[in-house]
């Protein structure tokens, strides 16, 4: 039985060592830990807006965060585990912290002539906290009778295609007397290695077949053509899913969505790095099809943005 | 004879620069004139967002060159319609707001819509008030459209004091018979210099209207003074009453019954007191001063704080 421990923890080292030195050259996927929408509703940490009619709930993390030292607790003891694994953890609570000081300093940054800092909505809509990696977080406290146990849930949500990549979660041993902190702490230990080997084998399927991304394909309305205007003798969305199967790791991608003004490419495999041996993401391969639709014969004019390491949006037409 | 000097002498001064040393809000005086009116919304406006848009619209208002008071009978007002309102979940919190801001120009006192315009804006904050704020910055004050808007807006202010000349004049002079002298020379010195024509007219009924305002002035303070003095006959009564005297015209005709008046305080002072109590009589206005004076009038009235009630009804 010992030899049998020795040899699986051994095996684990390996593994990871082989994970890790693999990272350490390509673009590492972040994680972060979130309570989940449940976690925050049951513990009444929601904001309620009216959102033309409709109530809507909202997570409020941050008082969340002020508020609840049970979640800090948990945090804390997911976050050390995660490094200690070599996996790059954010803290949400220090990530939205940097994101007012920014937001501060932004506003009162200015030049000597007296200009601003330029920020359109889109670029304020995309300082809020991130990572390729949401781990989410639920837990509750179980009583029965005098004893009480902890429920415990932890998700791997890939924050670009939306899959669960690990899940864990389970009820921990009942307790007479221990604090619900120490109970999560316990659950944590106890279920945080199932969690781990579920993000090894995304992590694997990455390394194997490629990073998987999302493609949007949009257009400006200000812009005459569209999707279908023809290119050639050939319409202009088969010329883009003709370069997304050319460019794609073993041709796999899926063309979920389709029209004359939009189309929405998922489950794109690309290669973790260029031929130049450049660790790549969704932005870096998707710059390769924003040149050839810039370029002749079709020379349009478009826009490129990214969401972090898996998501990339082409918008045609303007800039 | 005298009466002709003034009126000749107060159209030579309107239609000149205004004294350089005259409160600023006066030199809007003879200006096309705007205010700026947030009526209430159909979604409800924050406070710090509604601050935000008034003060837009008053930069409308001044990079335009329009002059800008509160209660003024020509209004530039605003109709927000949220046209997308998403609240996301992310930490923090963001509200992404797209906004058609309707912008009109008209007549708020009859409800006569001159001109209008839409400006589309999109604003993103971590709560309501942020969003609509941030959308509201995004107004570009030097839009085409928008300087279309304030030009065909302003052509219609002028054309409706070209044709209701008359009857801004006939109006002042009503306000004047009846005690509101304050007010008639206010609307009359509001006739905009554009306006060639009833510029001229209603400046030459200006003098007239002011004469009468002293006059009445004059005799009401000398009463009020009076009762003061005879509350208190002694040094600070004396005080007390000079201070509501100083405030009379000395173009009034009752001044020499004020003359009168000091004079007799300064004997009964020295009489109880033993002690000299010397008045100093306003100095004799000089004809430029009784059109400065004028002015002046118009900008305390407007600088009165009341109540107006708009009516933009069926502007959008």
Redesign the interface.
Same mark, same amino acid.
């Given at each position: 039985m010992k030899r049998q421990i020795i040899k699986a923890a051994l095996l684990s080292l390996m593994i990871l060592g082989a994970i890790t030195s693999g990272y350490s050259q390509a673009k590492k996927p972040t994680l972060m830990v +979130?309570p989940s929408?449940v976690w925050c509703n049951t513990n009444g940490y929601m904001?309620t807006?009216d959102?033309?009619g409709t109530k809507?709930k909202?997570?409020?993390?941050?008082r969340a965060f002020q508020e609840n030292s049970d979640l800090l607790a948990v945090i804390s003891k997911i976050n050390g585990v995660m490094a200690e694994r070599g996996f790059t953890v954010k803290n949400?609570e220090s990530?939205?912290k940097t994101?007012?000081s920014e937001?501060a300093e932004d506003a009162v940054l200015t030049s000597k002539s007296g200009a601003g800092v330029s920020e359109s909505?889109?670029d304020?809509?995309k300082k +809020?906290?991130k990572a390729d990696i949401i781990i989410q977080l639920t837990w509750d406290v179980l009583r029965t009778g005098p004893k009480k146990s902890v429920r415990f849930t932890l998700q791997g949500l890939d924050a670009y295609t939306d899959k669960e990549v690990a899940t864990a979660g389970g009820t921990g041993n009942p307790s007479f007397s221990a604090e619900t902190a120490v109970l999560l702490e316990e659950a944590v230990a106890d279920k945080i290695d199932n969690f781990n080997a579920g993000l090894q084998r995304h992590f694997d399927d990455m390394f194997a077949n490629g990073r998987e991304i999302i493609i949007r394909i949009k257009k400006f309305d200000s812009w005459k053509n569209d999707l279908e205007t023809e290119y050639g003798g050939k319409e202009l969305n088969v010329i883009i899913e003709d370069w997304v199967r050319a460019n794609s790791v073993k041709g796999r991608f899926s063309n979920s969505d389709a029209t004359e003004n939009m189309m929405l490419f998922e489950q794109v495999r690309i290669p973790l790095y260029d031929a130049n041996g450049n660790a790549i993401d969704a932005r870096a391969f998707t710059r390769g099809l924003q040149k050839m639709l810039a370029a002749a014969p079709y020379s349009i004019v478009n826009k490129l943005t990214a969401k972090g390491l898996g998501q990339a949006v082409i918008v045609l037409g303007e800039k | 004879m005298k009466k002709l000097i003034i009126s000749c002498l107060s159209l030579l001064m309107f239609a000149g620069a205004y004294a350089q040393n005259a409160p600023a809000r006066s030199n809007d005086r003879g200006r096309v004139t705007l205010a700026a009116y947030i009526p209430d919304q159909a979604d409800e406006l924050p406070d710090a967002a509604r601050n935000m848009l008034a003060n837009k619209l008053n930069q409308i208002i001044s990079q335009n060159g329009f002059g800008g008071e509160e209660g003024e009978r020509f209004i530039i007002t605003a109709n927000v319609v949220v046209v997308t309102k998403n609240m996301l979940s992310t930490a923090p919190p963001m509200t992404a707001l797209t906004l058609d801001v309707n912008l009109y120009i008209g007549d708020g006192y009859e409800g006569t819509k001159f001109a209008s315009t839409a400006v589309s804006v999109k604003g993103v904050g971590e709560n309501l008030a942020k969003a609509y704020i941030n959308a509201f910055k995004n107004i570009n004050l030097n839009d085409p459209n928008l300087q279309a808007f304030v030009d065909k807006g302003k052509a219609k202010i002028i054309s409706y004091y070209n044709t209701h000349c008359d009857v801004i004049i006939k109006q002042a002079q009503t306000l004047a018979s009846t005690g509101r002298g304050d007010e008639a020379i206010y609307n009359l010195t509001s006739v905009p210099k554009a306006c060639v024509n009833c510029y001229g007219r209603a400046m030459a009924a200006v003098p007239a209207i002011y004469k009468k305002q002293i006059e009445k002035d004059c005799a009401t303070k000398l009463n009020q003074a009076k009762n003061v003095w005879a509350a208190n006959q002694d040094i600070n009564g004396a005080n007390a009453a000079s201070e509501v005297l100083s405030q009379i015209d000395p173009q009034a005709s009752c001044y020499k019954d004020v003359k009168v008046f000091v004079a007799q305080m300064a004997k009964r002072v020295k009489e109880i007191d033993n002690r000299e109590w010397n008045f100093k009589l306003q100095e004799q206005k000089n004809d430029m001063s009784i059109i400065n004076a004028a002015r002046d009038v118009a900008v305390a009235y407007a600088a009165q704080p009341r109540t107006t009630v708009y009516n933009v009804h069926g502007w959008w």
């Open positions: +979130v929408d904001q807006y959102d033309q809507v909202i997570p409020d993390y941050k949400m990530v939205v994101l007012e937001r909505p889109m304020k809509l +809020v906290a | -």
